[in-house]
């Protein structure tokens, strides 16, 4: 029943430790804290989850950088500055 459901909406069918990484690798990339992640994941220790995920960490670090620069961008306002 669940996987007529699942190709019904064209969904892809994924095992429980796949749908178990995507979540922890989405909520990286929604900057959720990594101590929140791993406790949901159950994980005795954050490292465990930081040497599991670090990959997702640095995509989502360069992620936040861009963030960062593009506060530093000129606004653009249509005015022209300077003599005309």
Not at 16 to 37: C, D, P, Q, Y
């Amino acid at each position: 029943m669940v996987e007529e459901a699942i190709k019904k909406i064209c969904l892809p069918q994924i095992t429980f430790h796949e749908l178990r990484h995507t979540s922890a690798t989405l909520l990286i990339n929604e900057g959720v804290h990594m101590k929140t992640i791993s406790a949901r994941l159950g994980h005795s220790k954050i490292g465990i989850t930081m040497d599991l995920y670090g990959h997702a960490l640095d995509s989502a670090d360069e992620a936040a950088a861009n963030k960062f620069d593009h506060l530093f961008q000129p606004k653009k306002t249509g005015k022209v500055i300077g003599p005309a």
